[in-house]
């Protein structure tokens, strides 16, 4: 059976996330991330951030909203029975920090089998209030057997 | 930090997810699939246990590149690309490795691994700092 490739290109709604002190401080604790700057506004302020500022892999908080539309969609129908999450990147531009908004919007780049395995590839573009580009995310779904 | 260059090893990161990492780790990310979280539920589709979350993973193997090469400074990490494979449960000590492979004025790329034993649950990470 040929491989549905009709969400190539499909973009899904926005999503708007405010970033917050207490949810930096509990990621980062999560992770075991110790660096002041993401548990003290003084200890940021110094360093030079407008606020407590979030570690790079924050980035998954904030951009899981956008992105989980776009897994779901029917029009996409991936076989979650048989999906894993093979591959992943992010680059980023500027920090988030506490009191930021970041927008986020999800888009399907690639629909592609190899070896009988499908590989479904979204990006995620997170923007803050100012517009100016935070982080750029590519998801590499592999859905084993298509 | 700035006579780093290839082939210098990134400080090496062991840590141990305790049992209740995927739990914690799902509140933080708003990921709550239940491989992670319901043991029941991942023995019944096929899984060892309740794994770990690929992106705590991927977090951990950050931290080992800023906090190894750049001091914790959470500007640095400029680009992280990873493959899952083999993986993760709670419980078992991740070891985190690297190696510098190119350095080009304060840029800086390595390659990283993380390990459970001999499973490596991310392979081919590239990680490129600004330090």
Redo the contacts between chains.
């Keep these: 059976m040929a491989l549905k490739t009709d969400a190539v290109g499909k973009s899904w709604p926005s999503t708007t996330y405010q970033v917050g002190r207490e949810k930096i401080k509990e990621y980062a604790t999560v992770l075991g991330i110790e660096n002041p700057v993401h548990f003290d506004v003084d200890a940021a302020r110094d360093a030079g951030f407008r606020d407590v500022v979030a570690p790079p892999m924050f980035a998954v908080v904030y951009s899981l909203a956008a992105l989980a539309p776009a897994m779901f969609d029917p029009e996409v129908g991936m076989n979650f029975a048989t999906m894993v999450h093979g591959g992943q990147t992010f680059e980023w531009s500027e920090p988030a920090c506490s009191g930021d908004e970041i927008t986020t919007t999800a888009k399907c780049v690639s629909i592609e089998e190899k070896l009988g395995n499908g590989f479904y590839v979204f990006e995620t573009t997170s923007v803050n209030g100012a517009g100016a580009e935070v982080v750029r995310g590519t998801w590499t779904n592999i859905v084993r057997g298509v | 930090m700035a006579d780093l260059k290839p082939g210098d090893a990134v400080p090496e990161l062991r ?1 141990t997810p305790d049992k209740y ?1 995927p739990h ?2 799902a ?5 709550f699939n239940p491989i992670h979280v319901d043991r029941e539920f991942a023995e019944s ?1 096929g899984l060892p246990s309740n794994i770990l979350h ?3 993973s ?3 193997v ?2 080992a590149a ?2 190894g090469l750049a ?5 640095a ?8 494979r083999g993986m993760g449960l709670p419980e078992q000590e991740i070891d985190v490795t690297g190696t510098v492979k190119e350095v080009d004025g304060n840029r800086v790329t390595v390659d990283l691994e993380a390990r459970q034993g001999d499973n490596r649950i991310i392979r081919n990470a590239v990680a490129e700092l600004e330090i």
């Design positions: 840590v990492l914690r780790y509140g933080a990310s708003g990921d589709v690929g992106l705590y991927m977090g951990v950050a931290k800023s906090q001091h914790g400074d959470p500007t990490l400029k680009k992280l690309t990873v493959q899952f």
